[in-house]
């Protein structure tokens, strides 16, 4: 049994609902007569009526959208990660660029399905822009900001950076992730920064690896003035090819930095190729093995001296002749 329904007269109503309503209301009576129900319970202000139907349309279809839409994003990013012609750098790039045409599609798609008048909107259109542009404006900054720094690839995901904390001490991480709004760095004790794109814009970034993941590592040591110092250099150079990491082209160097107060004062200079591992660890495997070869062959490590010169004065004479006047007494009151 079939039934009809008036046609809506009201141009106000959503296209979708009365759509919807019309071919349900043709498919079942009972089903029918809930959706009539359903409309009847509605708000009308002026020449705009609201039905509970009609809202319930609307949020069937903004739902349906938003998990088609995430649905075909996740697809969409899967596919371009496949692709293995592209960089780490354009690859996020263009999943950033599918995302945005898909959930701009959808919109579209929305509005369409739901006949969403948008010349209604024309009155509120220069206050809610206005809105959006202030209240947003550091959103999509930093959004074209991460695509810009995608376009000239002066950083992508596997770089490491040097950041800096809260306390201002500087230190590195490995870029994890370059969101929408910020970039996600790992730091080698496992803290997560996340900076905001347009802070690596206008800023200095130090990029251990932008164009050679090469990086040297400076080991600062200390001999005594009695040391060997051709054969100190020998060991120090033996210390640095046997840490692991230390890359044998360029091989490591040492200079003599200084004369310095206490020691004479060296630099040994190594490379390594894996920043995002830590370069603390390198510096510390180093000495560990300088020392045994210096204990080995008795090489000095000096401490710091120092010589202290009295001057001569009447205040410094008494105080002399005061003490010689006890230790006399003492050595007097002392049994024999």
């Known amino acids: ?11 106000d109503k959503l296209d979708a609902a009365d759509g919807l309503k019309q071919a349900v209301s043709e498919q079942s009576t009972t089903i029918g007569d809930v959706v009539e129900a359903l409309d009847a319970l509605a708000l009308k202000v002026g020449d705009f009526r ?5 809202a ?5 279809v903004i739902v349906g959208i938003l998990a088609g839409a995430y649905f075909a994003s996740k697809l969409a990013r899967g596919a371009v990660r496949r692709l293995t012609r ?8 263009a999943e950033k660029l599918v995302s945005i045409g898909v959930w701009a599609f959808a919109l579209m798609v929305g509005i369409d399905l739901l006949g969403i008048d948008l010349t209604a ?5 220069g206050a809610f822009g206005l809105a959006i542009g202030f209240g947003l404006q550091k959103t999509f900054g930093n959004l074209i900001a991460g695509i810009i720094l995608l376009l000239d690839r002066s950083i992508k995901p596997g770089d490491v950076i040097a950041v800096a904390d809260q ?20 730091t ?20 251990w690896s932008y164009s050679s993941r090469n990086v040297r590592i400076q080991v600062p040591v200390g001999i005594s003035y009695h040391s060997d110092i051709a054969h100190a250099e020998t060991l120090m150079l033996e ?8 890359l044998n082209d360029p091989p490591p160097v040492v200079w003599l930095d200084k004369f310095g107060d206490n020691s004479v004062d060296f630099v040994i200079h190594c490379w390594i190729r894996d920043p995002e591992e830590g370069v603390g660890n390198i510096r510390s495997n180093v000495l560990k093995h300088l020392w045994t070869l210096f204990q080995r062959d008795g090489i000095e490590i000096p401490f710091p001296q120092r010589d202290i010169t009295l001057r001569d004065s009447d205040q410094l004479d008494r105080l002399i002749a005061a003490l010689e006047a006890r230790r006399e007494d003492l050595r007097a009151e002392r049994p024999e």
């Open 188 to 207: 080698r004790d496992e803290r997560e920064y996340l900076i905001p794109n347009e802070n690596l814009m206008i800023n200095q970034v130090e990029n």
């Open 239 to 246: 210390a640095a090819r046997s840490t692991g990491r230390v």
């Open 86 to 93: 592209l960089t780490p750098s354009q690859s996020v790039l």
């Open 56 to 60: 319930a349309v609307m949020l069937m």
């Open 121 to 125: 909107l024309a009155v509120f259109s």
């Open 167 to 186: 306390s201002g001490q500087s230190t590195f991480g490995q870029i994890r992730r370059i969101g929408i709004r910020a970039v996600s760095v790992t």
């Open 1 to 11: 049994m079939t039934r009809s329904t008036p046609a809506a007269t009201d141009t």
């Open 50 to 54: 609201l039905s509970a139907w009609d």
